[in-house]
């Protein structure tokens, strides 16, 4: 299911056995599914997305404002942050690893501060890897 929403206010979304495409320039998303995968992309000041049972996929066009957190229970979760991003990483994974490509780094906890750490970016995995990757212009 593909979604485009033309607003510039919070939304929020829950889903039940769904897969979920996000198109939109939102400013704020909060969006939590059940089971199924769970696709973001758009230029958001803040997001908080969760899946119980799915992958979380986001590709942020512009740097985010605010903190934002992502959490997958039996799921990977995988970020596309523009090349100058400034976020504070706080990451984990429990049965994976988190891989970071702004400092080509692999552990299972990454604290780390890219830039000027202007916001903090929690994503945690119980079943799966998190990724955090430079976004291609």
């Known amino acids: 299911t593909l979604v485009h929403i033309l ?15 996000i198109e939109t320039t939102i400013k704020e998303l909060d969006v939590y599914s059940t089971s199924g995968a769970l696709n973001i992309e758009g230029m958001y000041n803040k997001i908080s997305a969760e899946a119980v049972s799915g992958k979380i996929t986001v590709t942020n066009k512009k740097d985010f404002e605010s903190d934002s957190d992502f959490s997958a229970i039996s799921g990977s979760i995988q970020l596309y942050l523009p090349a100058d991003a400034n976020p504070e990483l706080n990451c ?29 970016l929690k994503a945690k ?4 890897s998190v990724k955090i990757n430079k976004l291609n212009k």
Not at 7 to 21: A, F, G, H, Y
Not at 125 to 128: D, F, I, K, L, Y
Request: proline share 0%; glycine share 8%.
């Open 7 to 21: 607003t510039d206010s919070t939304i929020v979304i829950n889903t039940i056995r769904i897969s979920l495409s």
């Open 92 to 120: 984990s994974s429990t049965s994976g690893y988190v891989y970071s490509e702004y400092h080509d780094s692999k552990a299972k906890k990454l604290k780390d501060k890219i830039g000027s750490g202007l916001y903090e």
């Open 125 to 128: 995995s119980v079943s799966g």
